[in-house]
């Protein structure tokens, strides 16, 4: 296999880009170079001789092989550094890993898995997995999809990095809702066969791209489901872009539906007020509350019966995440093609406003490009 990198010696080192592996042993390098190769990383390889200080501060990743953790003590302490044991029966491996502030002590061929995700982790520039929130309708026509669209146009507005997902196959597409059903880009039967690992970076570039976000939603195909793995695949490569990954979900769960529930951190759950939609609603709770515990109430009012945000939310047992009342001319704006939480006023945008200040870090970069 052909060397991937440069050696640098501990005198006039550079710093590195990629992986860094410490180790004299050819066997365990050609095996690391091989699980590189299938992340598409690039590292950097250091035989016979600790790294230079620069090298080993400046690498996002260290595997150091075991060979070698004697000689790496008086190296600074430092996050993601690895080390690849020989023996399971050696018991001073972790008395080793510990003076060289190994974070974690691997053992190959088991932890070939875990290592790749590390490695391909390092290759796409994954820092903090994105927020992730799943919007569900109580009954038919509360106003999810409406939800989780101004939630994402509002995110990606003030400057957060943000995905949505359209996870209902029978909800009309949400590039419809967002005036974008003609945009390029691919759309979930594209991703149907997705398994495995999904590159975030190049799964961003593939979808559509629009106001400032990019939207993962379904085509006008025959196509109704897609497997759960496929949304395992794509939600994970999702989250691990950061910022904000906004799904919506249909009430009735379908196991892709159930399988995005659990990688969600908090659920809204929109409930018109109204007794029968309270109803309805505590059915939908209780079959999501089996996948994610944080689930909230979006209670939509005003109601007829004298049904207050409140109570409804009491009723459901779930905390209140807001009420929201009508927004006059939303209907029009959607007709016309204008999604909503493009405009930044009205109670729609005063609430998506809220949620997300008190939800998600602020923005520290721009959003996606359009």
Not at 18 to 39: K, Q, T
Not at 118 to 146: F, Q
Not at 324 to 334: I, M, R, S
Request: glycine residues 12%; contains cysteine; hydrophobic residues 45%.
């Amino acid at each position: 296999m052909a060397e991937p990198s440069t050696e640098h010696g501990p005198s006039g080192a550079s710093p590195v880009a990629g992986p860094l592996i410490v180790s004299g042993d050819e066997e365990l390098i050609e095996r690391l170079l091989r699980l590189c190769a299938g992340a598409g990383a690039e590292p950097c390889i250091q035989r016979g001789t600790p790294p230079a200080r620069a090298q080993w501060e400046s690498a996002p990743l260290v595997v150091v092989g075991d060979d070698l953790a004697d000689r790496c003590t008086d190296l600074p302490r430092r996050g993601g550094v690895l080390l690849i044991g020989r023996d399971l029966d050696d018991c001073e491996v972790w008395m080793r890993a510990v003076g060289i502030g190994a974070d974690h002590v691997l053992f190959l061929p088991d932890a070939e898995s875990w290592l790749l995700d590390r490695i391909a982790d390092t290759a796409e520039g994954v820092g903090a997995h994105a927020l992730t929130v799943a919007v569900v309708g109580g009954r038919g026509g509360a106003g999810a999809s409406t939800l989780a669209c101004a939630l994402a146009v509002t995110a990606a507005r003030e400057g957060h990095r943000t995905m949505l997902i359209d996870g209902d196959p029978l909800g009309g597409g949400l590039d419809v809702l967002l005036g974008a059903e003609g945009a390029t880009g691919l759309r979930w039967p594209d991703l149907a066969g997705s398994r495995g690992r999904v590159n975030g970076n190049e799964l961003e570039k593939a979808l559509p791209s629009l106001h400032r976000m990019t939207a993962l939603s379904w085509d006008r195909s025959d196509t109704l489901t897609i497997p759960p793995e496929a949304m395992r695949s794509v939600l994970a490569a999702a989250r691990r872009r950061g910022g904000l990954v906004v799904i919506d979900l249909p009430r009735h769960l379908d196991p892709a539906a159930a399988e995005a529930l659990e990688q969600a951190d908090t659920g809204l759950l929109v409930v018109p007020a109204e007794l029968r939609a309270m109803a309805a609603a505590g059915r939908v709770a209780a079959a999501v509350r089996m996948r994610l515990s944080d689930l909230r109430a979006v209670v939509r009012g005003p109601g007829c019966a004298g049904l207050g945000a409140e109570e409804i939310a009491r009723g459901l047992r779930l905390p209140l995440a807001g009420e929201l009342v009508g927004e006059p001319g939303l209907t029009t704006d959607v007709e016309r093609g204008t999604p909503p939480g493009l405009r930044d006023t009205g109670p729609l945008a005063r609430f998506c406003s809220a949620f997300l200040a008190r939800a998600v870090p602020p923005a520290t970069g721009r959003g996606a490009a359009v």
